[in-house]
C-alpha cells in the first residue's frame, strides 16, 4: 500500500521498519522450521535491537513531519520534544532496571528487562511528541495521527505485558498475554492499512501568525 500510493516517500523509516518486520517474520519461521532453535534465539535477540532502533527512527520522523510543518522544525520544539524525551528515557531506564522477574535466569532476567525498557521508551517518546505539539498548538495530519496513535497504543500493550512477565517471571499463561500483543499489532496493520489506503484531505495553509 505504502509503495502503490507513494507514500512511502513521505515515511520512509515506516516503510523500512514495515519490511523488515516482514522479511524478519518469514526468516524465523524458516529458522524454527528447518534450523536450530539455537540459531532462532540468536537471530531473535539480535533483531530486537534493529527494530527498537527502527521504532525510535519512526519517532523521530513522526516528529519531524509535525513539529517541523514549514520544512523545518520549529523554533524550540526541538528542544522540547529532546527534553521530555530524554525524561521518558531515563524513567523508562530506572523502572527496566528496578525490576527482578521470578525464576529465570539472569540472562532470561536481562531479555525481560530489556524488552520492557523499549517498549517503555517508544510509548514515552510517542506521549512526549504529542505533548510538544499540544503545548506548540500545532496540528497533526490524519496520516501522521493514524502513524502515532497505532504506534502508541501496540508500545502500551507491549510495555503492559512486559510489566506483568516481570513480575510473574517464569510463570505458567504468560504466552496468552503475549499473544494478546502480537494481536494488537496484527490490529495496528490493518489500521495503518486502511488509513493509508484513504485519501488524506488537503493540509490547511499555515497563518502568518502560526508561521511566525
Given at each position: 500500500m505504502l509503495f502503490r500510493s507513494g507514500r512511502w516517500r513521505a515515511f520512509p523509516v515506516f516503510t523500512v521498519l514495515i519490511a523488515f518486520d516482514?522479511?524478519?517474520?518469514?526468516?524465523?519461521?524458516?529458522?524454527?522450521?528447518?534450523?536450530?532453535?539455537?540459531w532462532y534465539a540468536h537471530i531473535y535477540w539480535s533483531a530486537d535491537v534493529v527494530d527498537f532502533c527502527l521504532q525510535l527512527a519512526l519517532v523521530a520522523e513522526i516528529a519531524r513531519i509535525v513539529l517541523g510543518p514549514t520544512?523545518?522544525?520549529?523554533?524550540?520544539?526541538?528542544?522540547?520534544?529532546?527534553?521530555?524525551?530524554?525524561?521518558?528515557?531515563?524513567?523508562?531506564a530506572l523502572l527496566a532496571l528496578g525490576?527482578?522477574?521470578?525464576g529465570l535466569k539472569a540472562k532470561e532476567a536481562w531479555e525481560?528487562?530489556?524488552?520492557?525498557?523499549?517498549?517503555?521508551?517508544?510509548?514515552?517518546?510517542?506521549?512526549?511528541?504529542?505533548?510538544s505539539a499540544a503545548r506548540l498548538g500545532l496540528g497533526w495530519?490524519?496520516?501522521?495521527?493514524?502513524l502515532a496513535q497505532g504506534l502508541g497504543v501496540w508500545a502500551?500493550?507491549?510495555?503492559?505485558?512486559?510489566?506483568?512477565?516481570?513480575?510473574?517471571?517464569?510463570?505458567?499463561?504468560?504466552?496468552?498475554?503475549?499473544h494478546v500483543r502480537e494481536l494488537v499489532y496484527l490490529a495496528a496493520l490493518a489500521y495503518w492499512t486502511i488509513q493509508f489506503y484513504l485519501r488524506e484531505p488537503a493540509r490547511q495553509p499555515i497563518s502568518p501568525e502560526m508561521r511566525k
Open positions: 516482514t522479511a524478519l517474520t518469514i526468516a524465523l519461521y524458516l529458522l524454527y522450521k528447518y534450523a536450530s532453535h539455537t520544512g523545518s522544525w520549529i523554533r524550540d520544539a526541538r528542544k522540547q520534544f529532546l527534553l521530555f524525551g530524554g525524561i521518558g528515557i531515563g524513567v523508562a525490576v527482578s522477574p521470578p525481560v528487562r530489556g524488552s520492557l525498557f523499549t517498549s517503555l521508551v517508544t510509548c514515552e517518546l510517542v506521549v512526549a511528541l504529542g505533548f495530519r490524519n496520516h501522521v495521527i493514524a502500551m500493550v507491549a510495555a503492559f505485558a512486559d510489566g506483568i512477565q516481570s513480575y510473574v517471571g517464569a510463570a505458567e499463561g504468560f504466552g496468552t498475554l503475549d
